[in-house]
């Protein structure tokens, strides 16, 4: 069973990209971002979390077959010994005018337009983490059909506190409801999302004009569809393309100090009790934000090197 992995990264550190979103910056002025975390620096911001992700699939996923990238950023000289595939955001993107791009539904959108990918592949954003060992079977079952994640919490399809993977997923939900007559409720995990270059395919050709309008939006908009997440998983689940799975999956916000707490030494993350882990960041932190980089950092290092 051929699987590849695909990652999307971005580097606010990177002076060519930091050229590139400043100038989109200034041309959003005055323009409805609608959300405080849809341009936030916390979205960009690189701690070397894509090298250890990636190592992380080499060493436990021993049965990936080739790693793609997709960035417009200078990828970390250190991935060389991972043989990854770089891929630029100008060779998937059927039309260039929609570039730069900093928003990652449209991103999404179109990775299944990689050249060479296989059927069926797994998508991972860098702040995804596997854990331990584990086999394709978690990510696919015996008839190779792409396993999804939910969790226990509810789809939020109304309310002003609404953030954008709130809107996202109620968007992908609306349309899952009115084309098959199931009410998607549940979110999935922050994990890695198992799918086929197929059922992307169909979606691209079905709903044609909500990705086209995302794949315009050069940041988050209310109108973006996630294609890669949302819509894929409940695609899948009512066309009978896919299937229900289970995975031991941690979310950490590493924005919450609290949150931090679980990076500790005695906790579940760090006696390996998880096959994946994800450490997000939403919004920029006032306080502390060196030392909060130092701890990511030192158990990134910690965890992966023992």
């Known amino acids: 069973m051929e699987i590849d992995v695909v990652f999307t990264w971005v580097n606010s550190s990177d002076p060519a990209w930091r050229i590139l979103h400043q ?9 409805d971002l609608w959300h405080s975390s849809v341009n936030s620096g916390a979205r960009y911001r690189n701690r070397g979390e894509l090298v250890y992700s990636v190592a ?50 449209a991103i999404e959108s179109c990775l299944h337009r ?41 789809i939020k399809y109304w309310g002003d506190d609404r953030r954008p993977v709130d809107y996202a997923a109620a968007r992908a939900g609306e349309l899952i409801l009115r084309d098959f007559g199931v009410v998607p409720d549940k979110k999935l995990h922050h994990a890695p999302f198992p799918m086929l270059r197929s059922i992307m395919c169909e979606i691209e050709e079905r709903y044609v004009d909500e990705i086209v309008t995302t794949r315009k939006s050069q940041f988050k908009s209310r ?17 009978g393309a896919s299937v229900l799975g289970s995975i031991d999956c941690r979310y950490v916000d ?36 060196s030392l909060r980089d130092w701890l990511v950092s030192r158990f990134l290092e910690k965890y992966f090197g023992e």
């Open 254 to 289: 590493i924005g919450d100090p609290l949150g931090m707490l679980l990076l500790s030494p005695v906790s579940g993350i760090r006696r390996r009790k998880y096959e994946v882990f994800c450490l997000n960041e939403v919004n920029d932190i006032k306080f502390c934000s």
């Open 23 to 31: 100038n989109a910056s200034l041309r959003s002025e005055g323009k």
């Open 56 to 105: 992380a699939v080499r060493k436990y996923c021993p049965w990936v077959r080739n790693i793609f990238i997709v960035s417009n950023c200078r990828l970390p000289e250190r991935l060389e010994e991972y043989n990854i595939l770089p891929v630029s955001h100008e060779e998937i993107f059927p039309d260039e005018k929609c570039l730069p791009c900093f928003n990652s539904r």
């Open 114 to 154: 990689i050249d060479g990918l296989s059927e069926k592949f797994i998508y991972f954003n860098d702040d995804v983490f596997v854990a331990r060992p584990v086999g394709f079977d978690k990510f696919f079952d015996s008839s190779g059909r792409p396993k999804v994640f939910l969790t226990r919490h509810d």
């Open 223 to 239: 109108d973006d569809l996630p294609v890669a997440t949302t819509m894929q998983a409940y695609y899948g689940l009512s066309t």
